[in-house]
């Protein structure tokens, strides 16, 4: 497959999404929440027990660049 083609079928699907978003209003809540809700929740919760006694605000910067991306 070529990049045009590998582009075009990206524009394909996030089209889609967007017309269901567009339909169902529910997707962009429950989209824009969730990696929010994760955030919070491995950082603040789970956070000091993965971090250990390492850095915990480095541990916090690449949680949320993974979580986000």
């Known amino acids: ?5 590998t582009m ?3 524009f394909v ?3 889609r999404n967007l017309i ?3 339909r169902v ?3 962009l809540v429950f989209t824009t929440l969730s990696p929010i809700m ?5 950082a603040y919760v789970f956070g ?5 006694q390492g850095n915990a605000e480095g541990y ?3 949680l949320i660049a993974g979580i986000f991306a």
């Open 1 to 5: 497959m070529s990049i045009v083609s």
């Open 8 to 10: 075009a079928d990206s």
């Open 38 to 42: 994760f955030v919070l929740l491995f």
């Open 20 to 22: 269901k978003i567009k």
């Open 13 to 15: 699907v996030a089209r």
């Open 48 to 52: 000091g027990a993965i971090a250990g």
């Open 25 to 27: 209003p529910e997707l």
């Open 60 to 62: 916090r910067e690449f």
